[in-house]
Antibody
């Protein structure tokens, strides 16, 4: 059973870099079956796809965030990561990692709340 | 840019009711559409993919239909655990979600 778990700081200061990790169990980050992605949800609002990566290292980003987001993988630890730089209060959200088959998100982590505040 | 519009934004219903939620894409997306359920404080769960295919483990009271620009999610007989927010998502290119429909207890 594929499981994903997000981890990282719950509080980030404005203008700094948000860094989150998604640890994968029950499957390999090198699998050709999935894309590995990040999705966020501001409090009380809807879902926004941030970006995805494939085992080959190819990455794809939401154009609204592309200049600030970076997704990468550590195959030795079977995890993938999100870095979002120059954060503002608008980046306060629950961040989910997920697997994607094509563009369908079929496994989700439980989510982690990140608050941007000084 | 493509936009996904859900209606209604909320619906009040009783256990046993039939509930229909609509999602409209601003341009044709074939059958590249998914539906998700999100209970409060929980991660979304995939219900339907490819507009009408039921994801593994999802009860058969959930069904999806449509193609092109107009899609529907139907819950044939609402159960207590179905009170949640539902999102559509276009999968023709990169994931883009609708604004959500909250199904509330009447």
């Amino acid at each position: 059973q594929l499981q994903l778990q997000e981890s990282g700081p719950g509080l980030v200061k404005p203008s700094e870099t948000l860094s989150l990790t998604c640890t994968v169990s029950g499957g390999s980050i090198s699998s050709t079956t999935y894309y590995w992605g990040w999705i966020r949800q501001p409090p009380g609002k809807g879902l926004e796809w941030i970006g995805s990566m494939y085992y080959s290292g190819n990455t794809y980003y939401n154009s609204s965030l592309e200049s600030r987001a970076t997704i990468s993988a550590d195959t030795s630890k079977n995890l993938f990561s999100l870095r979002l730089n120059s954060v503002t209060a608008a980046d306060t959200a629950v961040y989910y990692c997920a697997t994607l088959r094509g563009s369908y998100c079929d496994h989700w982590g439980q989510g982690t709340l990140v608050i941007v505040s000084s | 840019d493509i936009q996904m519009t859900q209606s209604p934004s909320s619906v009040s219903a009783s256990v046993g009711d039939r509930v229909t939620i609509t999602c409209r894409a601003s341009q044709g997306i074939g059958s590249w559409l998914a539906w998700y359920q999100q209970r409060p404080g929980k991660a979304p769960k995939l219900l339907i993919y490819a507009a009408s295919s039921l994801h593994s483990g999802v009860p058969s009271r959930f069904s999806g239909s449509g193609s092109g620009t107009d899609f529907t999610l139907t819950i044939s007989s609402l159960q207590p655990e179905d009170f949640a927010t539902y999102y559509c998502q276009q999968a023709n290119s990169f994931p883009l979600f609708g604004g959500g429909t909250k199904v509330e207890i009447k």
